[in-house]
């Protein structure tokens, strides 16, 4: 009984602590080799407000962090960091980064996947060929169908506005906030 009820309780506490297993663009580009996953990757910035209530509140949400982990390789990029990256042959890096410096130019890897704006999600098919892009703070019921459509590759069948907005009503959420 007492590994029962010690089970359940670590159960929950893992649940409601759930996590998104963020790697670097590196380390999931490696991995795709691997398992082709897609990859969705989190542009952010460490003063960005509405990136730190999505990290809490989106991607914190277990049903979505288990989802992610799931069915994709999650990237967080800092659109102002100092992180190399090599990506489809080009190599990118911030140049003008500077140390201790609360603000810092845009990365030329956000530029290259033309992030304008933080927070911004981008996702990769399989091959590491850009799919879409979402800008801004989206909640963890917003996100939701999004990830179901890139994940099941329904996104391929969408083609107007209308079968947009159908998709959205016959995609049955799970989700309680």
């Known amino acids: 009984m007492k590994k029962l009820i010690t089970s359940l309780l670590l159960f929950c506490f893992s649940f409601g602590f759930s996590q998104v297993q963020w790697r670097t663009m590196d380390e999931a580009l490696k991995l795709q080799k691997q398992n082709h996953k897609k990859i969705l ?20 949400h277990p049903i979505i962090s288990q989802y992610i982990n799931d069915n994709f390789l999650a990237v967080k990029f800092d659109t102002e960091g100092k992180e190399s990256v090599t990506y489809l042959g080009h190599s990118f890096k911030n140049t003008k980064y500077k140390e201790n410096k609360s603000r810092n130019s845009l990365h030329e890897f956000a530029e290259y996947m033309n992030i304008n704006s933080v927070p911004s999600l981008v996702f990769l098919d399989e091959k590491s060929n850009p799919i879409t892009i979402l800008n801004g703070l989206l909640t963890a019921s917003e996100l939701e169908p999004y990830l179901n459509l890139i994940n099941t590759n329904e996104f391929k069948k969408i083609k107007t506005r209308e079968e947009w907005d159908n998709y959205q009503k016959k995609f049955k959420s799970k989700l309680k906030e």
């Open 41 to 60: 990757i989190d542009f952010y910035a460490t003063w960005c407000g509405p990136c730190k209530i999505m990290e809490k509140k989106t991607y914190g």
